[in-house]
DNA sequence: GCGACAG
DNA sequence: ATCTTGTCGC
């Protein structure tokens, strides 16, 4: 009766004192604005763009598909693509999604810098956020921070954080989005922006929600990702989620039908 | 104490 | 994250 087993909390707890320090340590090197020449007029410089995406098996939550996907620009085609299958350990706890993440995303890059190092993308859209984000240290920031690249934050739901909410008055300002490019900012009880929503095309109603990751400036992050949108999701990161979901569903082709055992 | 909570 | 069917519209 000595050792009394560990609580799921008791662990999350744990858990959350060791990355919190973690954050606190990336944190410092975060840049929150343009660090090179191609930011500044896309069209001229920019060829290519990443995304990242994880997917899951059904009923199992440990295996995975981590995948990476570059895309040329302005053209938004597929150029490179690399599916891996994954096994998770660490859980998932609001606000530290990158700890589960990010170490399989590295090593994807690390494939594509061994393989086709002139496919390295010049900046990465990440499913996730970047500075909005309850500690202003979202998964794209960190990712960006160990990769020493650009990086930028796309939300599909807004992250409740520092104030912000998806009350009324959020719900009213996203009606007023009246076409694609369409933003409204995202200021937090601190008074800082910490992103805007953004209405991706003309046919989405719901907005996705872009955030800095590291070495790149909001406007400059809003703009390319509305560049990048066929639809409601960038193409970089929604070819990544078409691809590690198919991936998947060729691995375990069992898993595709609702099959319970009695 | 209770609710909220990216993927 | 994952699931499901229909339905609306070009």
Redesign the pocket.
Known sequence: METAPAEPTDISEELRSEWEGEQDKLKTKLVLENCEPWQSKLEEGLQYVGGV???????D?VN?CSSLVVTSYPDLKVVYEDCCHIQLTA????????F??VPFLVESFERLKKKNPELMPQVVL?????I???KE??????LGIILDIPTV?????????DGL??NAEHADKVKQLAKGGDTFPLIGASGRILGKALRSSDNTENP??VSIGHKISLETAVCLVHQCCKYRIPEPIRQA?IK??EY?RRLFPE????DEKT
Not at 126 to 130: E, H, I, P, S, Y
Not at 255 to 258: I, V
């Open positions: 995406d994880l997917s899951f098996v059904k009923g939550d995975a859980p998932y706890i609001p606000g530290f999604l990158a589960r993440e990440v499913d996730g956020n970047g909005l984000h309850p240290f979202g998964l794209a920031c960190h934050g796309v939300a599909k739901k807004l992250f409740q954080v909410e998806k996705v929600y989620d590690s979901r998947l898993q595709n039908s609702q």
